[in-house]
T-cell receptor, first 114, second 114 residues
């Protein structure tokens, strides 16, 4: 596609429910990144993929967070048993390779946990 | 370790005035540095990047930034502010060893006064 797409654009859920966020990277981009943007917290790195593998999971805030990528393309970020502090905008980015290439960002998914 | 500090979470300038958004970094190795802009309800868009070539980098929309190693700075400037420049600006440094994880500053919100 022309750019990174994310779905849904907005998600409202109840505390304790699981949510899945989807990211479609730019075609041909091998690296994919997830970030979280919270009010007053700036942008926080969560995880990145090179192909289908995730060498760096250090940014995931808890074991309720997981992510996968299949076919070297689409990625899903799953948050289990959501908490109110999970409310944020979740941003996905992709780059052609992992090596200092410019990252192109999607519009984000705005998650609100009630 | 890498980190980014953006001085001033809010900056206001008059239309036509100089825009100066400050960014200082700390890095254990020569960094790659980026400025991204986020317009309201939109994703992050790359303004410019420094990748160890010319220290003065020109970006889109008339913005430029100068890498100053001695000052560990990468300040963003534009000679004459336009109303359309009102947005959130993020400075980022990339991690050079095991991936392209970006460390973002907390952002600077630019207001342009007519």
């Amino acid at each position: 596609g022309a750019g990174v797409s994310q779905s849904p654009s907005n998600k409202v859920t109840e505390k304790g429910k699981d949510v899945e966020l989807r990211c479609d990277p730019i075609s041909g981009h091998t690296a994919l990144y997830w970030y979280r943007q919270s009010l007053g917290q700036g942008l926080e790195f969560l995880i990145y993929f090179q192909g289908n593998s995730a060498p760096d999971k250090s940014g995931l805030p808890s074991d309720r967070f997981s992510a996968e990528r299949t076919g070297g393309s689409v990625s899903t970020l799953t948050i289990q048993r959501t908490q109110q502090e999970d409310s944020a905008v979740y941003l996905c980015a992709s780059s052609f390779t992992w090596d200092q290439e410019t990252q192109y960002f999607g519009p984000g998914t705005r998650l609100l946990v009630l | 370790a890498q980190s980014v500090t953006q001085l001033g979470s809010h900056v206001s300038v008059s239309e036509g005035a100089l825009v100066l958004l400050r960014c200082n970094y700390s890095s254990s190795v020569p960094p790659y540095l980026f400025w991204y802009v986020q317009y309201p309800n939109q994703g992050l868009q790359l303004l410019l990047k420094y990748t160890s070539a010319a220290t003065l980098v020109k970006g889109i929309n008339g913005f430029e930034a100068e890498f100053k190693k001695s000052e560990t700075s990468f300040h963003l400037t534009k000679p004459s502010a336009h109303m359309s420049d009102a947005a959130e600006y993020f400075c980022a440094v990339s991690r050079l060893n095991t991936g392209n994880q970006f460390y973002f500053g907390t952002g600077t919100s630019l207001t342009v006064i007519p």
